[in-house]
T-cell receptor, first 117, second 113 residues
Framework: AQKITQTQPGMFVQEKEAVTLDCTYD???????LFWYKQPSSGEMIFLIY??????QNATEGRYSLNFQKARKSANLVISASQLGDSAMYFC??????????????FGSGTRLSIRP | NAGVTQTPKFRVLKTGQSMTLLCAQD?????MYWYRQDPGMGLRLIHY???????AKGEVPDGYNVSRLKKQNFLLGLESAAPSQTSVYFC????????????FGEGSWLTVV
């Protein structure tokens, strides 16, 4: 069963605009973590932001923030004031469980973001 | 800092040949992972390890074997390569589970002809 769903295969956004990348997940475990990674055309995977299921506040890291809606099981990534360098593939990922049982990390299919000058 | 290092970075194999991808991390991480990424797709977990001497199957383990004889190394083996195994392979590691960030290697491009 698909556990991480990213419904936007591709997006085009004007430079300096904010952009929201969607991610929904499916789990019955009350303990889980959600990650966002960026993959530029060079291929490396770059960690952006993390949200734990018990975190009370939405995670923020610089221009990145995570719009975490637990009841809807969504964890959308918001990039404020987009830049040309934000053009890349973006992956949402989830890790279920706690401690040593929280081992597997499953990824969504990704969203290709293109920033227009 | 080296982080997570994968070797080789590029390889072309003939169908039926065998090979081993080596992943090394210098961060004293307990958990290590092997993923594959096909064109335009996300990462799929092949195998993973939660500590030295342990391995477990991920989403797509068939056709691959792994070993974690040393904490810092995680080997991915293809015993009889098939064209369907043409992919980019990523190794990753993390200190532990839960909220620990996973760090990726730069990827290994494998083509099976």
């Amino acid at each position: 069963a698909q556990k991480i769903t990213q419904t936007q295969p591709g997006m085009f956004v004007q430079e300096k605009e904010a952009v929201t990348l969607d991610c929904t997940y499916d789990t019955s475990d009350p303990s889980y973590g959600l990650f966002w990674y960026k993959q530029p055309s060079s291929g490396e995977m770059i960690f952006l932001i993390y949200q734990g299921s018990y975190d009370q506040q939405n995670a923020t890291e610089g221009r990145y923030s995570l719009n975490f809606q637990k009841a809807r099981k969504s964890a959308n990534l918001v990039i404020s004031a987009s830049q040309l360098g934000d053009s890349a593939m973006y992956f949402c990922a989830m890790r279920e469980g706690r401690g040593s049982s929280a081992s597997k990390i499953i990824f969504g299919s990704g969203t290709r973001l293109s920033i227009r000058p | 800092n080296a982080g997570v290092t994968q070797t080789p970075k590029f390889r072309v194999l003939k169908t039926g040949q065998s090979m081993t991808l080596l992943c090394a991390q210098d961060m004293n991480h307990e958990y290590m992972y092997w993923y594959r990424q096909d064109p335009g797709m996300g990462l799929r977990l092949i195998h993973y390890s939660v500590g030295e001497g342990t391995t477990a199957k991920g989403e797509v383990p068939d056709g691959y074997n792994v070993s974690r004889l040393k904490k810092q190394n995680f080997l991915l083996g293809l015993e009889s390569a098939a064209p369907s195994q043409t992919s980019v392979y990523f190794c990753a590691s993390s200190y532990g589970g839960a909220g620990n960030t996973i760090y990726f290697g730069e990827g290994s491009w494998l083509t099976v002809v």
